[in-house]
């Protein structure tokens, strides 16, 4: 699987990513058809995020406070310890739209407006939101 988002700053996004969330870069382009971008990922997932500029026609992003990407940590301190390193990374802490994702979790928003949900949980198929 793959997320893509514009943004508007391809290095600080980076940063961000890296330093927060300890994603690895998996690839990388420069002026493919007028994009550059970068691809982001985990240590050994089979997905990763994907973030463009594009040098002819930038998009402005225009996410809501409810387009989320959220992960379950289920071990507090790793939990805790991503909550930190979010933060260090310059993403910023906000009040989640959804009062569920406050309960057992922390949300953050990147410099795009972006938000990263860290959910200090198991992931439940049949729970809802």
Not at 7 to 34: C, I, P, Q, W
Not at 67 to 80: G, N, S
Not at 120 to 126: D, E, G
């Amino acid at each position: 699987m793959r997320v893509a988002r514009p943004v508007r700053d391809l290095v600080k996004t980076e940063s961000m990513y890296r330093r927060g969330l300890a994603l690895e870069v998996v690839g990388r382009f420069e002026n493919h058809d007028g994009f550059d971008g970068i691809m982001l990922a985990p240590p050994g997932a089979d997905y990763h995020f994907e973030f463009t500029s594009c040098r002819n026609q930038p998009v402005t992003p225009t996410p809501t406070p409810e387009d989320l990407t959220v992960f379950y940590i289920p071990d507090d301190m790793i939990w805790r310890n991503t909550c930190s390193a979010m933060q260090a990374a310059g993403f910023k802490r906000v009040t989640s739209m959804n009062p569920y994702w406050d309960a057992r979790g922390q949300t953050y928003e990147d410099a795009d407006g972006y938000r990263i949900v860290l959910q200090n949980a198991q992931w439940n198929a049949t729970e809802t939101a």
